[in-house]
């Protein structure tokens, strides 16, 4: 960069005052800046776990029927971001709610997302949290607003021998379930989806994207050590803003960005000020602007 930085500023003491270069020179500024952009995001995404896959699941919140419906727009704003990115993913499990919703979408209770990527990790791990939505509800027949609420969890997709944590077989309560949605000739037929919860800490996890029994138990028993491996550095990091005194920074559980549809169009992060109105290129997954304050904090 610091090459590329004198080399232009050669070029702009030779030839600064000729317009027909003018082109050529701000067509290297504009490189050097994408360059310099580059590394500086790089450099935020410095982490151990920054460059790894994630594993993402949403979860609707306070808001009945409406909050399922709104994490559907959730889900799709990510898969959206993610094929802007190039990045490949695939859903691990999904929970939805009964009836249909507005444009034929079906609610959703829970869902994980596996998403692949080169930093994935580490530009969505500040989507943790709770998401506002305020809108006119398309189940309220009287055309009411409603306020609902969806959680978002982000966590790095750490590979099972790389998670240094002992799991007492006690300790879990494992429930098989015929999976659903896409799935060859055995979904509804055989108990090939695994759900397991984690009794001292309540940390659920559920995998059936997986053909057989024993894949998906391994997939699930793997996203749960990661669960685990980040309560406890969760934890570590709580214990040192008290030493430090630092603010706490939003974790899931805490609001951290608010959607209004009515009476007006808004999207603001509550961490960084950053804020749009173009409420409907957002949920389409235009959320850079969000991703690069964030990673700042």
């Known amino acids: 960069m610091e090459k590329e930085l004198n080399d232009l500023k050669e070029l702009f003491s030779l030839f600064s005052d000729n317009l027909s270069y003018q082109e050529k020179l701000d067509k290297e500024i504009n490189k050097l800046d994408a360059l310099i952009e580059k590394f500086e995001k790089e450099?935020?995404?410095?982490?151990?776990?920054d460059s790894y896959p994630a594993i993402l699941s949403i979860q609707s919140g306070a808001g009945g029927r409406d909050a399922e419906d709104c994490a559907v727009l959730l889900l799709r704003m990510y898969e959206k971001f993610a094929d802007k990115k190039g990045w490949n993913y695939r859903i691990l499990s999904k929970s939805v709610s009964e009836g249909g919703g507005p444009e034929g979408r079906v609610g959703i209770r829970e869902v994980s997302l596996e998403i692949n990527g080169k930093f994935a990790y580490g530009l969505l791990k500040n989507e943790s949290g709770v998401h506002r939505f305020v809108r006119i509800s398309p189940f309220s027949a009287k055309s009411l607003r409603h306020t609902s609420f969806v959680g978002v969890e982000v966590i790095p997709d750490i590979k099972e021998e790389e998670v240094d944590i002992k799991i007492d077989p006690d300790d879990l309560k494992i429930e098989t379930f015929h999976s659903s949605g896409h799935g060859g000739q055995n979904v509804n037929k055989r108990e090939t989806a695994v759900r397991i919860v984690h009794l001292p800490t309540n940390i659920a996890v559920s995998c059936q994207v997986e053909r057989l029994q024993q894949s998906n138990r391994k997939r699930a028993m793997q996203i749960l050590k990661a669960k685990l491996l980040r309560l406890e550095e969760r934890k570590k990091e709580e214990e040192i803003k008290k030493?430090?005194?630092k603010r706490q920074s939003a974790e899931f559980g805490n609001?951290?960005?608010?959607?209004v549809f009515h009476p007006y169009k808004l999207v603001k992060d509550v961490r960084t000020g950053v804020e749009t109105s173009d409420i409907d290129s957002v949920l389409d997954g235009e959320i850079d602007s969000f991703i690069d304050a964030e990673i700042k904090l």
């Open 243 to 245: 030493i430090k005194g």
């Open 255 to 259: 609001q951290i960005r608010s959607y």
């Open 43 to 49: 450099t935020f995404l410095s982490g151990k776990y």
